[in-house]
């Protein structure tokens, strides 16, 4: 228990204490008593009393300095928080010099692929591009023997822009043309322009373009371009600044004050509509060359020299699974026979038969099959809408080919399979008539036509909701793009332009009246109602045909097109 003041003044005058330590920095005193205690008392600031009590009672009274030892703290706690403070600097300074180290390495990063890598890879790996290759022949001529341009008078294109839904092989062209042509070959991503530091992106493209100029004439390919090529100043609240700098510095280097003589630049993207106007301008990527998917001929091409190093059983016909593969790019055929390979490789096959590629063919329309519902009740009413959906499409000049159906579940769809194989000459043509959609749209109410036939308007499911969805679709695009409805031959949907770029998302986007809007509303109904009257009217006869398929379809889940028609045939000669 601690002495008060008071009571140390007490003990004083009675004789208690036998000295006194007085330390004026700390405002106490350090008491030594007769038996032997010690004790801390404090004191007031400058206390003259306490001097005069110990004086007048002969109490020692000795005073200790501890100012300099509190310098001495003091200077040694400052020396120590300067060396953190400098030892903290010279960190951050060596951080600073390997972030700025790193940068440099960033921009002069080398993107040139190895010249033994180069020649590999010809025209004649490029399968089902025929025309296209043939468009690119030129460049390889220009490269190999540029003389012959000089002489005309004319220049080497700078440029040119492979455009093309992803898998069309666009990469695979680019190298193609660097192996017939045996000149060095850059290649880069577009999005490996931009870092998080600023300056960066247009470094970087100085730096190639001055290590491609240095070994002209040379391929500088820079596949999805569109990541730094977008139109600028698109969107609200402007672009990336250090995305349109990078972009800047491309544009001054292909066409710019500097020359590049001998640097082709070929670049990739699948989506040229959002690319800059003064990237595609003549001057830059003077040529455009389109890759579209590839046609029957072109997939049997594309099959054959995947095929060259897989152990193909004799049975296989590669052009009749070229015909199945209406749609594939080839890097969807290529992923085709690697995935026929793996199956053959879980059986322990030493080679690939028709049954690998079927089963790799069905894993790549559908993903992964799924066992069909166990409830019985339900499983039937699907069966409904799958062959309801299936006979429509028999019943009517449909152009696209039934292939299967399946109470399978596929990519998360809990109501089966109908599978159509596309119709060859739609796609390769690219025209559609007004008969050819109105068709679609009755096929995909076959199954709600059924549903509505076996058990009435009222207890029709959700079952349908994709055809639905496919409805709605291609009614719009009658009425909205085609002029395939009463509204005459006039489209309401003349914009092109991605909602993304920013555009229009400030303002109205349609050009029409609020009359108009509700009339191609109305329009878009009538077709609907008009396809599913249609529908109802082709299975109101068929009612025992649709029992017949549904009991074989509910006892083997799966049943072909061969099946299926046959079926068909043998119900309707009988009766």
């Known amino acids: 228990m601690s002495k008060s003041y008071s009571q140390l003044l007490r003990d004083i005058e009675r004789g208690e204490i ?35 009590i110990s004086e007048e009672n002969d109490v020692p009274l000795s005073v200790i300095d501890q100012r300099s030892e509190q310098r001495l703290a003091n200077f040694i706690t400052g020396l120590g928080l300067s060396l953190i403070f ?44 025929n025309e296209e290759t043939d468009e690119l022949k030129e460049i390889v001529s220009f490269l190999k023997n540029p003389q012959i341009l000089i002489s005309l008078g004319a220049k080497t294109p700078k440029g040119i822009l492979l455009v093309g839904p992803p898998g069309t092989g666009k990469t695979l062209l680019a190298r193609a043309i660097a192996g017939e042509a045996n000149v060095p070959f850059f290649s880069i991503s577009a999005s490996e322009f931009v870092e998080m530091f600023v300056g960066v992106g247009a470094g970087r493209v100085r730096e190639l373009f001055k290590s491609a100029t240095e070994k002209s004439p040379c391929i500088v390919f820079i596949d999805e371009i ?8 698109a969107g609200i609240g402007g672009g990336n600044d250090e995305r349109e700098q990078t972009l800047n510095q491309l544009l001054t280097e292909m066409d710019g004050f500097a020359s590049n003589s001998g ?20 001057g830059r990527f ?12 072109a997939r049997f091409k594309i099959l054959s020299v995947h095929a060259r190093t897989k152990p193909l059983s004799n049975s296989v016909n590669l052009k009749e699974w070229a015909s199945k593969t209406p749609g594939f790019s080839g890097a969807d055929l290529q992923n085709l026979l690697n995935e026929a390979a793996i199956h053959a490789a879980r059986k322990n096959k030493s080679t690939i038969s028709n049954i690998d590629i079927n089963k790799a063919l069905d894993k790549a329309r559908f993903g992964l099959l799924s066992q069909p519902l166990l409830d019985n009740t339900k499983k039937i009413q699907i069966a409904y809408q799958i062959i309801g959906k299936t006979l429509v499409s028999l019943l009517i000049p449909s152009q696209d080919k039934l292939e299967k159906v399946s109470l399978f579940k596929s990519h998360g769809d809990t109501f089966g399979i109908t599978y159509f194989t596309p119709d060859e000459e739609t796609i390769d043509s690219g025209l559609i008539t007004r008969n050819y959609i109105f068709n679609k749209i009755v096929v995909s109410l076959g199954a709600r036509a059924a549903e509505i036939i076996v058990y009435g308007s009222n207890e029709v499911t959700q079952g349908s909701q994709k055809d639905l969805e496919n409805v709605y ?13 009463d509204l005459g031959p006039i489209t309401y949907d003349s914009k092109n332009d991605s909602i993304f770029l920013g555009r229009d998302l400030m303002q109205s986007r349609n050009d029409y009246s609020q009359k108009t809007s509700k009339d191609i509303d109305n329009q878009i109904i ?24 549904v009991d074989d379809l509910i006892d083997k889940e799966t049943l072909d097109a061969e099946y299926i028609i046959n079926k068909i045939n043998s119900s309707l000669a009988s009766n």
Not at 263 to 282: G, Q, S
């Open 473 to 485: 679709f291609w009614s719009n695009q009658m009425v909205t793009k085609f002029g395939f409805s």
């Open 226 to 233: 569109d990541s730094i090529g977008r139109q600028r100043g």
């Open 86 to 129: 400098v030892i903290s600097l010279s960190f951050l300074i060596r951080r600073s010099s390997k972030l700025l180290n790193n940068m440099q390495i960033f921009t002069r990063r080398s993107s040139q692929v190895k010249e033994e890598d180069i020649g590999q890879i010809t025209f004649d790996d490029v399968a089902g591009l």
């Open 263 to 282: 640097v082709i630049v070929i670049a990739a993207t699948n989506r040229p509509d959002v690319l800059d106007r003064a990237l595609t301008r003549p």
């Open 526 to 549: 009538l077709i609907a109602n008009r396809a599913l009257n249609y529908a109802i009217k082709l299975l109101s006869d068929k009612i025992y045909l649709m029992d017949l398929l």
């Open 286 to 297: 003077d040529r455009r060359i389109n890759l579209s998917l590839p046609d029957r001929i």
């Open 18 to 52: 036998t000295s006194i330590i007085l330390i004026p920095n700390r405002r106490e005193v350090i008491v030594q008593f007769i038996n032997g205690d010690k004790k801390k008392v404090p004191i007031f600031y400058n206390d003259q009393k306490i001097l005069r």
